[in-house]
């Protein structure tokens, strides 16, 4: 296992100077966030100019480039092709991992495993893996729901985030079940109450985590995301968390 930090951390910055921040807190990895609302790289972009998002993506500032995360805001087949675009960029830079959202709550199942199965053929293709992303508000805020889907698409994975476990309306369900189809991971530390605290007083065990995922020969990225809050040090709190995790892998 590695730590890396995703450009999400900083989400409110174009994607160079957000990769010269996590530099500056001595990241050696990172996650590109490649999300149709924001103001770093975006799909429609990957898609218009493949060649100029593969530049951009190669130049990280001496930091090892080890996933994408994706959130494509077109409908239809423009999904798909974008979503295609974004595996070539993958594919071109070496990476195997691309997270994605799962459909929102209140979407038909059968639907969303033929959208997903259709978004692992076309990686599995370009040679990556697809993972969707926990999150509440949407289908993965259940992690029984998060079994299903993986059992039912096969290729498919989960980034575990164990903050919308410990927040959402799931709360008391056993997450260990997901560890065997964990792929990537967002890490902050969280409240029953609060999304995101400050490091430390929160819920999250990251020795135990970091066990579990051991368990099954874990051996990819502990991804930090943390975003901004107000009145706090927001690198203070990004360094800190680095620390956590480097002293504990």
């Known amino acids: 296992m590695f730590v890396a930090a995703t450009t999400e951390c900083f989400g409110n910055l174009p994607i160079v100077p957000s990769l010269e921040k996590l530099v500056e807190l001595e990241f050696a990895s990172v996650e590109i966030a490649i999300h149709e609302g924001g103001c770093q790289l975006k799909p429609s972009e990957v898609t218009a100019d493949l060649e100029k998002a593969v530049s951009i993506c190669r130049h990280t500032h001496r930091l090892d480039l080890v996933a994408y995360s994706v959130e494509i805001a077109a409908i239809g087949e423009e999904h798909y092709e974008q979503f295609t675009a974004c595996c070539k960029l993958a594919q071109a830079t ?25 978004l692992v053929a076309i990686a599995t293709h370009a040679g990556t893996r697809v993972s969707i992303r926990s999150q509440i508000g949407r289908l993965s805020e259940d992690p029984d729901t998060v079994v ?26 056993n997450v260990d079940k997901l560890m065997k189809y964990t792929y990537h991971t967002h890490l902050r530390d969280t409240s029953k109450k609060q999304l995101q605290v400050r490091i430390g007083q929160g819920e999250v065990e990251y020795g135990r985590l970091i066990s579990q995922l051991r368990k099954f020969k874990y051996r990819r990225a502990l991804c930090v995301n943390i975003t901004e809050m107000a009145e706090v040090d927001h690198p203070g709190e990004l360094r800190k968390l ?6 504990q892998i």
Do not use: M, W
């Open 94 to 118: 070496k990476v195997v991992q691309i997270t994605v959202p799962s459909a929102e709550i209140g979407t038909p199942f059968n639907e969303e495993v033929e959208h997903l199965r259709r």
């Open 242 to 247: 680095r620390l956590l995790l480097e002293s």
């Open 148 to 173: 299903v889907l993986c059992d039912n698409v096969p290729g498919l994975g989960v980034t575990f985030d164990p903050s919308q476990y410990i927040c959402g309306a799931q709360r008391n369900k």
